[in-house]
Nanobody, 116 residues
Framework: QLHLQESGPGLVKPSQTLSLTCTVS??????????WNWIRQAPGKGLEWIGA???????YINPSLKSHTSISRDTSKDQFSLQLSSVTPEDTAVYYC????????WGQGTQVTVSS
């Protein structure tokens, strides 16, 4: 059974870099043709796709976030990570990692608050 788990700080100061990691168990992030996603939901808003990394390591970033977003991976640990630089309070959200493998698998989500 595939399991995804997000980890990272719950509080980040404005202008700092937010770093989150998704640890995958029960599967490999190198499984062909799958895309490992980061998605967030700000208070009172809908889901926003941030970006993804493919099984080949190629990344895809939401154009609206591209200037300060990067996604990386550590295949030896089956982890993929999100870095969001120069954060503002508008980046406050619940952050999820996700993959579609026949059906969507979601991490439980992690609350990130940007505040001084």
């Amino acid at each position: 059974q595939l399991h995804l788990q997000e980890s990272g700080p719950g509080l980040v100061k404005p202008s700092q870099t937010l770093s989150l990691t998704c640890t995958v168990s029960g599967g490999s992030i190198e499984t062909s043709y799958y895309y490992w996603n980061w998605i967030r939901q700000a208070p009172g808003k809908g889901l926003e796709w941030i970006g993804a990394i493919g099984s080949d390591g190629i990344t895809y970033i939401n154009p609206s976030l591209k200037s300060h977003t990067s996604i990386s991976r550590d295949t030896s640990k089956d982890q993929f990570s999100l870095q969001l630089s120069s954060v503002t309070p508008e980046d406050t959200a619940v952050y999820y990692c996700n993959v579609l493998l026949g059906r969507p698998y979601w991490g439980q989500g992690t609350q990130v608050t940007v505040s001084s």
